[in-house]
């Protein structure tokens, strides 16, 4: 019998394709299978309520975000861990730091401090004999100006435990805070040979240091809490200050250069880095980051104030009776307490009037000046004679007919 080649070859291609065919069909089942899995799984996880997120990894969260630098983060896993475990005396711990260091990282987080504040008093509320919670209710107490009360609250801490290194750093700050400065820098100098409490105990160290007129071994103190922490922006403040009060302009500089390297929308830094300049009489700097400031607080004083200041001592006295006012109205459009307030915006602002010659601006911002110094006890003074600013005539009233 003769093979019929072509017979052959047309039976052989006829079977590939049958099996080309079974194959892509398997595929297009699996592909179905695969897409109905998938769409099952989204279906499940948009029915089906997300697992909750453990306390415990809330806090670590904040602990991680807190060596990095990250206050925000840190406060947002804190509160997390809270709301998960309203007992966690750790994360309230971390929560009320964030919040205080928070508070000095810019000219506008002083509500931060008051935070801390209810938060603690809270906590303390709660847990009236936590040792743990009285320290930090001492500690956020000292931070919102209020030492006498957190001196006592710390001391009931320590009498409970002696050990507890943040209730000896609330005691210390606090008596720094009512001028016992050599008990404040023995009982920080305590907290900064603890390891868990080392970065505040070095902090305070330094903060007493300053007190004391110290200030090289306030740089000390406050490099030694940066190496702890280099993230921490209050930090850098600090020891920008230190370094001002030794007259190393160059290390006060880098200080602030630093803050706008990890925080480049800080306007506090760029306040700082204006009145640095001006004392080194670097007029165009100065003008520059003071503008700077102005720009992106407009509803802050101290900038207009600073900005005022430098257009006066460069002799642009309609530039500083523009900015000084600016200053005054803002404070008492924003309730500043009168004893509060800045003096210089009223009293370099009428002398900018008077050097223009602009009488009615000048007196304006006199008769306001002594109306505040009629409704509240002032220190500065300033006065003149019974016919007014010399050079501005004050109209008479015309005699009754």
């Not at 000896?168 to 603890?194: K, T």
């Not at 309609?318 to 900015?323: D, N, R």
């Given at each position: 019998m003769r093979i019929e080649r072509s017979?052959?070859?047309?039976?052989?291609?006829?079977?590939?394709?049958?099996?080309?065919?079974?194959?892509?069909?398997?595929?297009?089942?699996?592909?179905?299978?695969?897409?109905l899995a998938m769409s099952w799984n989204w279906l499940g996880g948009r029915l089906m309520p997300a697992a909750q997120p453990r306390a415990e990894d809330a806090l670590t969260?904040?602990?991680?975000?807190?060596?990095?630098?990250?206050l925000n983060a840190t406060i947002e896993h804190a509160r997390r861990a809270l709301e998960t475990d309203p007992s966690d005396?750790?994360?309230?711990?971390?929560?009320?730091?964030?919040?205080?260091?928070?508070?000095?990282?810019?000219?506008?987080?002083g509500a931060d401090r008051q935070a801390a504040l209810d938060i603690t008093a809270e906590a303390l509320a709660n847990q009236s004999n936590s040792v743990i919670r009285q320290a930090i209710r001492a500690y956020a107490l000292q931070a919102s100006g209020q030492p006498v009360e957190a001196a006592r609250i710390a001391a009931?801490?320590?009498?409970?435990?002696?050990?507890?290194?943040?209730?000896?750093?609330?005691?210390?700050?606090?008596?720094?805070?009512?001028?016992?400065?050599?008990?404040?820098?023995?009982?920080?100098?305590?907290?900064?040979?603890?390891?868990?409490?080392?970065l505040e105990g070095q902090r305070a160290m330094a903060i007493s240091y300053s007190d004391l007129g110290d200030y090289r071994s306030a740089i000390k103190a406050v490099d030694a809490a940066i190496?702890?922490?280099?993230?921490?922006?209050?930090?850098?403040?600090e020891r920008a200050l230190y370094a001002m009060q030794t007259g190393d302009a160059d290390q006060a500089t880098a200080a602030y250069f630093q803050v706008l390297s990890y925080d480049p929308e800080n306007v506090k830094a760029r306040l700082r880095l204006c009145e640095l300049s001006s004392l080194l009489r670097e007029r165009e700097a100065a003008i520059q980051y003071c503008q700077d400031v102005t720009q992106r607080a407009p509803d802050w004083s101290d900038?207009?104030?600073?900005?005022?200041?430098?257009?006066?001592?460069?002799?642009?006295?309609?530039?500083?009776?523009?900015?000084?006012?600016?200053?005054?109205?803002?404070q008492t459009m924003q309730n500043v307490p009168i004893p509060n307030r800045r003096f210089e915006c009223w009293y370099v602002q009428g002398q900018a009037a008077e050097i223009l010659g602009d009488c009615a601006n000048l007196i304006a911002t006199y008769n306001e000046f002594r109306a505040m110094q009629t409704s509240a006890d002032i220190q500065e003074t300033w006065t003149y004679p019974p016919e007014g600013p010399p050079g501005c005539v004050t109209p008479t009233a015309p005699p009754p007919p």
């Open positions: 017979s052959s070859r047309l039976s052989f291609r006829r079977q590939r394709r049958r099996r080309s065919g079974c194959l892509s069909l398997a595929v297009l089942i699996g592909m179905v299978v695969g897409a969260a904040a602990e991680q975000s807190f060596a990095q630098g990250d005396d750790a994360a309230l711990v971390l929560l009320a730091r964030a919040l205080i260091y928070r508070s000095y990282v810019d000219y506008n987080r009931d801490a320590l009498k409970l435990d002696s050990t507890n290194g943040l209730a000896r750093v609330a005691l210390a700050l606090a008596y720094g805070g009512v001028g016992s400065f050599e008990i404040a820098l023995r009982e920080s100098q305590q907290v900064a040979l603890d390891p868990v409490w080392q190496r702890l922490n280099r993230h921490l922006i209050p930090l850098y403040f900038g207009w104030y600073q900005l005022g200041m430098e257009y006066f001592l460069q002799g642009n006295f309609q530039g500083a009776q523009q900015a000084l006012h600016r200053c005054s109205t803002l």
